[in-house]
């Protein structure tokens, strides 16, 4: 099998610990031009900023030099730049480092904080944030969290170890040990081990079940019930389906605290709303280092409000409210 041939590092730093877009000019197609290639890649609306970005220099090939406004079309070439960022609302909760070496970082990420720059969340992003921190460029996210998932992340500190970090996730080598706080049902019986299949679609919000083989599995055990006719729950998921535990939570009948999108889709809030934060920690991982062999288990020193103080939970935060 025919390798490909990495593509040159990137002439541009990063800003904001956000890389620049990269982009590789196809190998066939009319364009005359790279900027009729970005105006189409872009959209037509966005012909202005190219146009913009081209006349300041902002467009570099491989070797940093500008990319004039009527440079030819070249096949095969790469140009990078970087993207506007429109403004963003701080998520006014801090990143915790619960372990770090030489080869991971390993943080408590808080309610409301994308993992990676994805979406409108780009800055105010997990990894965005380590790399202005912590001064580590390089850094990369092994797995994701959502974003209104709180608890433990890993990322990677060298780019030639990722793969082996991700692999742990994808071979389902990684203890993952949940918590989340729902309403408690008498009548449900507890533990079981629920095995559906969950499909997302892109550019739906919410997950759903279909009829077939299962490719999500999770263990739900409840911990202990309280006052306000809520349980807290242990969640051990087997798989890594998107939205896994908040669909098996919710096609129990004991959807999750805090859940805007299951069992219904709720009205969108307006940004720098940090109400109510989703009940769901990611309260513990396991592995066994794939680099240094060292056994790792970390545990997150978050607890899930709604479960302590529901009262707190409840109440709107004051502006800049301090990480629950």
Known sequence: MRRRTPPPPSPLPQRDGIDPVRVRLPGEGAWATVREHLVERLGAARAGVVDGMLEAGLVVDADGRAV???AAYVPGMFVWYHRELPPEVPVPFPLGIVHRDEHIVVVDKPHFLATTPRGSHVTESALA???RELDIPALGAAHRLDRLTAGLVLFTVRPEERGAYQSLFRDRLVRKVYEAVAPYDPELTLPATVRSRI??????LAAYEVA????AVSRVELVEHGARGLGRYRLLPATGQT????VHMSTLGVPILGDPLYPEVAAPVPAGDFRRPLQLLAQELEFTDPVTGTEHRLRSGRVLEAWTSYDGWAAA????AAAQ
């Open 317 to 320: 935060p004051s502006a800049g």
């Open 68 to 70: 004039p406004p009527d």
């Open 243 to 246: 939205h896994q535990l908040r």
């Open 199 to 204: 499909v997302k679609e892109r550019g739906i």
């Open 129 to 131: 944030r380590l790399r």
């Open 212 to 215: 077939g083989e299962p490719n």
